[in-house]
């Protein structure tokens, strides 16, 4: 009777909270929909609720903004409003935070989190995995060896964890994607990342 509940929940408990987790959003993105004049709700037009619809307005509307921010007036633009946001002193420091974060992780000529590493944490005899960060320059001329920083990520919230300096020489490069070893921090190690012989042959 255990196993047969529990092989149900391994069935159920994965699909319940996809399907929680798909709501959430498309609900979220739906609430884009307010932008839109009230005649030119779907609803009011379609006599029906769609749920979703808002989810193509917000793509519609981020691929706009890449756009218009791609030309000589987007970029004025975008440079206006962000003086403007600079001017506001609570705003100011939550939106600069959080844009040099979105800046670092979603740029596509970035350095960060392109390569998976091992490095010795908590302590000397345990392996940790984490990602390689830059560092900034006058903390690097304070090293006589090459260091590198590195992000160590909690399980299982990946978006939480450690911001170190370590010699590069103590490290191991991971011959995995992040995608995967992501997996592996979510999952708490269920999620088995492969790793090629020759990137653990150092050790």
Same mark, same amino acid.
């Given at each position: 009777?255990?196993?047969? *509940?529990?092989?149900?929940?391994?069935?159920?408990?994965?699909?319940?909270?996809?399907?929680?987790?798909?709501?959430?959003?498309?609900?979220?993105?739906?609430?884009?929909?307010?932008?839109?004049?009230?005649?030119?709700? $779907?609803?009011?037009?379609?006599?029906?609720?769609?749920?979703?619809?808002?989810?193509?307005?917000? =793509? &519609?509307?981020?691929?706009?903004?890449?756009?218009?921010?791609?030309?000589?007036?987007?970029?004025? *633009?975008?440079?206006?409003?962000?003086?403007? *946001?600079?001017?506001?002193?609570? =705003?100011?420091?939550?939106?600069?935070?959080?844009?040099?974060?979105?800046?670092?992780?979603?740029?596509?000529?970035?350095? &960060?989190?392109?390569?998976?590493?091992?490095?010795?944490? $908590?302590?000397?005899?345990?392996?940790?995995?984490?990602?390689?960060?830059?560092?900034?320059?006058?903390?690097?001329?304070?090293?006589?060896?090459?260091?590198?920083?590195?992000?160590?990520?909690? &399980?299982?919230?990946?978006?939480?964890?450690?911001?170190?300096?370590?010699?590069? &020489?103590?490290?191991?490069? *991971?011959?995995?994607?992040?995608?995967?070893?992501?997996?592996?921090?979510?999952?708490?190690?269920?999620?088995?990342?492969?790793?090629?012989?020759?990137?653990?042959?150092?050790?």
């Amino acid at each position: 009777m255990k196993k047969y *509940l529990l092989t149900g929940l391994l069935v159920w408990v994965p699909l319940g909270i996809t399907l929680w987790a798909l709501n959430l959003t498309i609900s979220t993105l739906d609430q884009s929909l307010i932008l839109l004049p009230i005649n030119w709700y $779907p609803d009011k037009l379609l006599g029906v609720h769609i749920p979703g619809l808002g989810v193509i307005l917000t =793509v &519609a509307i981020v691929l706009c903004t890449g756009l218009l921010v791609r030309n000589v007036l987007g970029q004025r *633009l975008l440079r206006y409003w962000e003086d403007l *946001l600079r001017r506001i002193p609570i =705003v100011n420091s939550i939106y600069h935070s959080v844009k040099q974060v979105s800046d670092t992780l979603l740029s596509s000529n970035g350095l &960060a989190f392109r390569k998976v590493l091992l490095v010795r944490y $908590p302590h000397q005899e345990a392996w940790s995995l984490a990602f390689q960060t830059s560092i900034p320059s006058e903390v690097s001329q304070q090293f006589e060896d090459e260091y590198i920083g590195v992000f160590i990520p909690t &399980a299982p919230s990946p978006v939480n964890g450690f911001y170190f300096y370590v010699r590069r &020489a103590d490290t191991i490069e *991971l011959n995995i994607s992040v995608d995967a070893a992501l997996k592996s921090i979510i999952s708490m190690g269920v999620v088995a990342t492969v790793t090629s012989p020759s990137s653990l042959s150092s050790s």
